[in-house]
């Protein structure tokens, strides 16, 4: 079973590997990057020219704490996630789905950013 387990995280991050040899985020449009599992669900907006995270929106935070890493909980951190970043006049961003397949919560959570107005 361990065994298993670490083979999926392998192929997990041979594909994240692939991906971000394509994909970084500039000021003009930063790099949505989602971090997910059993647990807790996580998004960060990075500018990868600067080395800056400049936003971000966590299951883990207090006041989010309700949400569950569901489909549903995921599509509304990604409209939380969304209306923070209209605050900030960040309309654009390139997703980064970090090696995980987009399906289930990762495509949900995609969703519910665009439902708040995002483009990617």
């Given amino acids: 079973m ?3 387990m670490l083979e ?4 997990r991050l041979k594909r994240k590997v692939h991906i ?11 790099r949505m990057t989602v971090t997910r599992s059993n647990r807790a669900l ?19 935070e207090k006041e989010l704490r309700n949400i569950k890493v ?8 990604g409209e939380v996630l969304g ?4 605050e900030k ?10 090696g995980y397949l987009y399906h289930g919560v990762i495509k949900a959570l995609a969703d ?3 439902k708040a107005g995002i483009q990617f």
């Fill in 2 to 4: 361990l065994q298993k």
């Fill in 8 to 11: 999926k995280d392998r192929k």
């Fill in 20 to 30: 971000r040899k394509r994909i970084s985020g500039t000021a003009g449009r930063p």
């Fill in 42 to 60: 996580s998004i960060q907006i990075v500018d990868d020219a600067k080395g800056h995270t400049l936003a971000s929106a966590s299951t883990l």
């Fill in 70 to 77: 569901t489909v549903e909980g995921a599509g509304q951190l």
């Fill in 83 to 86: 209306k923070r970043l209209l």
């Fill in 89 to 98: 006049n960040i309309k654009t961003v390139v997703f980064d789905r970090n």
């Fill in 112 to 114: 519910g950013t665009r």
